[in-house]
Each structure stands twice: as structure tokens, then as C-alpha cells.
């Protein structure tokens, strides 16, 4: 009688793959907000505001048709990125204000 071989689970490799896609992600993300700091500086040192709503109008619209070109969610992935506008619109506003600061 032969023994079965235990099958391959490939959960530890899909594990592994999500994970380099995680750091991926994150160092593309730290990259972001490195750019988006200089933005910052840039606009508080010229004296433009924080929040450009029509750039952000625009990046909403290119970001859906990216989406729906590669079958994501289109609203998740707003939701995703509206945190990440959330967060820079914050730091800007920070940056403006220390830049007033007497």
C-alpha cells in the first residue's frame, strides 16, 4: 500500500507574495509623501492654498478610469486614496501655518 503525499499548500506562498507587495506599497507610499512634502513647502512658500479642488477633481477621475481599466473597485480604491489626499490637505495646512507663524 502507498502512502499519500501531502499536498502542496500554496497559502505560504501567497502569504509571502502579499507580503512583498506590502513593502512595495509602503516604500512607493513613503516616496509620496516625500514629494507631497515638497509640494507643500513649495505652495506655502508662494503663498497658494493647501487644497487645489480641481486638481483633486481630476485625480478622482483618472483614478477611476485606472480602476475600472484594471477591474478594481472603484470605490475602495477612492476610499483609499481620499485617505491619503486627507492626510497630505492636513500637512499642508501645517506647513502653511508654521510658515505664518511670527
Same mark, same amino acid.
Given at each position: 500500500?502507498?502512502?499519500?503525499?501531502?499536498?502542496?499548500?500554496?497559502?505560504?506562498?501567497? /502569504?509571502?507574495?502579499?507580503?512583498?507587495?506590502?513593502?512595495?506599497?509602503?516604500?512607493?507610499?513613503?516616496?509620496?509623501?516625500?514629494?507631497?512634502?515638497?509640494?507643500?513647502?513649495?505652495?506655502?512658500?508662494?503663498?497658494?492654498?493647501? $487644497?487645489?479642488?480641481?486638481?483633486? $477633481?481630476?485625480?478622482?477621475? /483618472?483614478?477611476?478610469?485606472?480602476?475600472? /481599466? /484594471?477591474?478594481?473597485?472603484?470605490?475602495?480604491?477612492?476610499?483609499?486614496?481620499?485617505?491619503?489626499?486627507?492626510?497630505?490637505?492636513?500637512?499642508?495646512?501645517?506647513?502653511?501655518?508654521?510658515?505664518?507663524?511670527?
Amino acid at each position: 500500500m502507498s502512502e499519500k503525499q501531502p499536498q502542496p499548500n500554496p497559502l505560504e506562498g501567497w /502569504r509571502q507574495e502579499i507580503d512583498r507587495i506590502d513593502t512595495a506599497i509602503l516604500d512607493l507610499l513613503a516616496q509620496r509623501f516625500r514629494i507631497t512634502e515638497q509640494v507643500g513647502e513649495f505652495k506655502a512658500e508662494h503663498g497658494m492654498p493647501a $487644497y487645489d479642488a480641481s486638481r483633486e $477633481y481630476d485625480q478622482r477621475l /483618472r483614478l477611476d478610469q485606472l480602476s475600472m /481599466r /484594471r477591474g478594481l473597485n472603484t470605490a475602495v480604491v477612492q476610499d483609499i486614496f481620499g485617505f491619503i489626499r486627507d492626510s497630505v490637505k492636513i500637512r499642508h495646512r501645517q506647513i502653511q501655518q508654521k510658515k505664518n507663524q511670527p
